[in-house]
């Protein structure tokens, strides 16, 4: 089960079944994102003028809440979108090195300029 959310949707989520059995499904090879799509959601999100990063920031950062019906809404809260943005700031001429067989960060620098 998912770390974030519980519930019926989010062990349907886990098991991937709606690929299998929802007749709406569309699946999103671009992002590395935790949940599907539906015909439905990709229209709305187009028609309402969502970015695919603004989705996978509130799918990343959102903290769910159990609505009627056993669905669930991802909200970023203001706290957070604050300091996200502070952070924004904070990475642009940053970087960080690591070492990918043990999964570390070695150090965090400004980037140098050539």
């Known amino acids: 089960m998912s770390h974030y959310s519980s519930g019926f949707y989010s062990n349907k989520r886990e098991r991937n079944l ?8 569309t699946e999103n ?3 590395k994102i ?10 709305r999100i187009q028609q309402r003028g ?4 603004a989705i996978e920031l509130i799918e990343v950062f959102g903290k769910p809440t159990t ?3 056993g669905t669930e809404v991802l909200r970023i809260p203001a706290q957070l979108v604050e300091n996200l943005r502070k952070a924004i700031n904070h990475v642009d ?22």
């Open 18 to 25: 709606s690929r299998k059995y929802d007749d709406d499904y």
């Open 29 to 31: 090879d671009d992002l």
């Open 34 to 43: 935790r949940l599907d799509r539906t015909k439905h959601a990709q229209t």
């Open 50 to 53: 969502f970015s695919d990063l």
């Open 67 to 69: 609505q009627k019906g």
């Open 93 to 114: 001429g940053a970087s960080i090195v690591f070492n990918p067989e043990t999964n570390k960060i070695i150090t965090a620098q400004h980037n140098i300029k050539n």
